[in-house]
């Protein structure tokens, strides 16, 4: 936390739960076999985000085998106006009837075969930490602020924490 904060630990846990909850498409961020890191988009499969994101992949894909090699990856979400970064570890899970529960039409229109398809695989990101920024207000409020910050030559408030997720 930030000095000056006075929000509990489990309220800036909320505070990223709610971020992410409102943003179901992520970047997806691993390190390949050259040591690059690459980004890929993902469809978060798991609405309440409880340090565990879960995706879905096909297990002969390229993000597969970077986690398979480096597990250490990073998980961003965008808005308009808000941003979160979740870094952590990813493991490959075999679990069929996990699979199957979190499979939706969503997930069939860009993986073949279904839950059934032995190539189709999950990938458990487990957050060790997460930062976020909000901007506050409405739409109107934040023009208003990047204005008065372009005249006043102040930069925006905005709300930027970085929340330990474990522990």
Known sequence: MSDGDTR????????VRDLVKDNRLAMLTSVGA??????KPMATQDAEFDGQIWFISER????????????HVNVSYASNDAWVSVAGTATVVDDQAKLAELWD?????????GPENPNNVLIRVDGETAEFWDTPGSKITQVTNLIKAKTTGK???GDNETVELRG
């Open 8 to 15: 509990t630990h489990d309220e800036l846990q909320a505070k």
């Open 34 to 39: 050259d040591g690059r890191l690459v980004s």
């Open 60 to 71: 002969d894909s390229e993000k597969v085998r970077n986690i398979t090699a480096n597990p």
């Open 105 to 113: 039409s969503f997930t069939g229109a860009w993986l073949e075969g």
């Open 155 to 157: 930069t925006i408030d």
